[in-house]
């Protein structure tokens, strides 16, 4: 069993920044691809990118290329989701999600998951 914990969530404007965190406990968290994922309201969830196990490799939605960094601390058991050059589209809630041992970007792949958190963009 893997427990994941969401943080960073909140309000800004459009053009700035967040950093999402993804805090893990249980089992073996470094052994796991990791990945966030977003849902809006009526819209389904879909994956914004995803990490390998050592951070070697990493997987990105088209659409936030360029402005969304996926990275780990697996000292720290943690993953982080650096957001810049937000716009009013990102606004949803994100999860992250664990429990496949290579990148997937199938929500089946993913065993655990986190309560989400809130990521509002104001235009």
């Known amino acids: 069993q893997v427990r994941l914990v969401e943080s960073g969530g909140g309000l800004v404007q459009a053009g700035g920044s967040l950093r999402l965190s993804c805090a893990a406990s249980?089992?073996?968290?470094?052994?796991?691809?990791v990945g966030w994922f977003r849902q809006a309201p009526g819209q389904e969830r879909e994956l914004v990118g995803s990490?390998?196990?050592?951070?070697?490799?990493?997987y990105y939605l088209d659409s936030v290329k360029g402005r969304f960094t996926i990275s780990r601390d697996n000292a720290k058991n943690t993953v982080y989701l650096q957001m810049n050059s937000l716009n009013p589209d990102d606004t949803a809630v994100y999860y992250c999600?664990?429990?496949?041992?290579?990148?997937?970007?199938?929500?089946?792949?993913?065993?655990?998951w986190g309560k989400g958190t809130q990521v509002t963009v104001s235009s």
């Open positions: 999600a664990t429990g496949s041992l290579t990148i997937a970007t199938q929500i089946d792949s993913y065993a655990y």
């Open positions: 249980g089992r073996t968290f470094s052994n796991y691809a």
């Open positions: 990490i390998g196990w050592n951070g070697a490799n990493t």
